[in-house]
């Protein structure tokens, strides 16, 4: 009898060593894995109706609005605070101190005493303090220009000029999206078995999606008029995301083993797939003109930036014949397509990569159940110090030839500021605080232990009983064993270290495009644009991957 | 006042790193000290156990931890339990990834082959001083604000108005 639970036939993955590069992480496209896009399946399968519990905003917009749905059985509400805010206070830094608008992911329905709590805390952000019904703190400022823009046009009875949607893309950009306890709100643990919440990130997608429809809401309040539903559908929520996202996806290996595993194992399921039907390579050509209408829509000011994205449409433009539907009418097309992208740039490969498995939600949607970390780090011992030693050859072989002591690998370091705790980098032999370091050099820690093994073996806790300082070191390469994507290949403390590549791996998951940068440690990015609509929940909602605009 | 587990585990290893311990060691320790107060433990064997940094429990107790496991036979482990402050023990046996076990007559079981059940998450109701005791050691790993700092140690300009 044939196993109902067979797993789909996949091709080899991508070696660690070629995917877990900052150059190729920082050239990584959404896909349908990432955490907006299986929320949104979620949300859709459920038919969630958002309910709007209270608006009490005022003409100018200014005042607080309650939304409320109902999640895999649970309550939900995001309170939602608006304020008037000086111009010369906006800034996107952790060092602001006021927003335009503040928000709470609230367990349940907040009464009365809820929500004045949330009003008098919510605004002053760290400085607040929550609880454990707070799921969910975040912040957001205007696009003042866009706001006073489609405010403006619907007062006068007008839609907004359709080239300012289009290139700003969003009313209002959150700052930060704090979850998993910050400031006393509730432990992720606490919601991390919920239907819908189970997922990374989940309720502060969850978040970003209802601020997004709270923004749309306020527009339309102040300007006294109804928004096209195509221009909506455009406007997602932007994000200004600095340095803070980076040390995460260090901090955490484990996870990001399973976000990285999740992705290339869906890729290498979509390698295998022998004979596409015709609407799927029907579907793939269309996806890659798609594709090529958004990219014409990328748009940055940043000069350098904006240069890699017109070579990307360039470069696009050729690799995309790949996916002319005749062209895939041979054995394992999708194997050969990749193939062929691989002499192309790493950004051209990450979007032929994350567009192939765009149409095969059969084969991968279930992938982005295996993508949290419900044990945490588990790896058995190493049995002694010449099993570290070749464990550390095997797996961080990367780590083991530069000099450290070289200004070119190791001019930059991370620390916290003692301003409001801003994560920031500085520049080694220039600035103070060096002695402060945050430790995600792993690769000099690796180097630093691996050259202190001994040449008889002996257990590895005699070796760390001598060397306490190598205790990081040894976790690392102890779980690199067990998590083959763990790991950053990179130095991360190098003077060519970008730290952007970083963020724009983190913001791919959560299902960012857009991406914005305005230096090589600071992006601005848009989220949920093209995403359905609350009242769009239904059949074809999920199909939103690089939205064009199409009003 | 009440916090969450996760916000005292990250003070708790920001604490043990301005104490002077290694940045694994002090991880381990914000764990077992989140755990240790949501089993109603004292705080004074956590507080004891900062004050011996950079030597003391904190150091020497995830090494023996480790030595019992590294002399399992089939994934498995049976040793006396370490000699310790006995609540500080307790609670770094209870944040091993592993699932462990005690006996009565004083022994400890690991199985490195099955992952340790997560703790049901609890409020702690951490005291003040405590806290403030913390924060103070915390505050060694900041590095003082500049002009240069703030200018371009985050990558961003002061102002975003657009």
Known sequence: MKDIFETPAQMPLRSPGTVMRLSRMGSMFPTRLSFLRSLMRRLAAERTQVRRDIWEICEQGFGHAVFSLTLGGHDYALVAVSTDLPPELRTDRVIATAWDGAFVLFDGIPDAADIARIKANAPLQEAGRFGPRDLILSR??????????????????????????RDVGYLMRTTAVYGNGKFGIADRAAYHERPGLEGPFAAEMLT?????????????????????????????????????????LVNHPVLLNNWMLARETALARVRAVEAPTPEHRARLCALGARAAK??????????????????????????????????????????????????????????MAALVMEPFGDLIDGLAECMADPYGAFAPPLRDTDALRAQTERA??????PDYAEAAACGQFWYVSEAKMEPRLGMRFTEEGAERETPLDIARRVQAAYRDLPAQAVPVSAFLARHPEHALAVERVTLSACYPYAEIRDNLIAQTCLPIDMLRCKLSFFGAAKFDPKSDRWTRITLCQGAPLADELGEGADDWWLPVFAA | MSRSANEVMVLATKAARGAGAPPAQASQFGAVAARHLIEGRETAELQAAL??????????????????AEQATRGSAMRPV????????????ETLPWQTGTTHDGMLHIDLYKPAARCSVMRIDLPDEVYEAWRVLAARLLVPESDASRTSGAGAGLSDND
């Open chain 2, 82 to 93: 370490p000699k310790g402050p006995a609540a500080l023990v307790l609670s770094y046996i």
């Open chain 1, 140 to 165: 957001a400022n205007k696009s003042v220009r866009l706001f006073a823009h489609v405010t403006d046009a619907l007062r006068a009875g007008q839609q907004p000029d359709v080239q300012m949607i």
């Open chain 1, 294 to 351: 958004h990219l014409a829509q990328w748009s940055v000011p940043d000069p350098a930036h904006l240069g890699r994205i017109e070579t990307l449409r360039a470069d696009w433009e050729i690799a995309v014949r790949a996916l002319d539907p005749e062209k895939l009418a041979v054995p394992r097309p999708l194997d050969r397509v990749m193939s062929d992208v691989e002499q192309m740039s790493e950004d051209v490969q990450e979007l």
């Open chain 2, 51 to 68: 004050d011996a940094l950079p030597r003391g429990p904190i150091l020497s107790l995830p090494l023996i931890f480790t030595s019992i």
């Open chain 1, 396 to 401: 961080f072989e990367w780590a083991l030839t």
């Open chain 1, 208 to 248: 970003v999606w209802l601020i997004r429809h709270f923004t749309h809401a306020l527009v339309e309040h102040v300007g006294r008029g109804t928004l096209a539903p195509a221009l909506k559908r455009h406007l997602g929520i932007g994000n200004s995301t600095g340095l803070g996202m980076a040390p995460f």
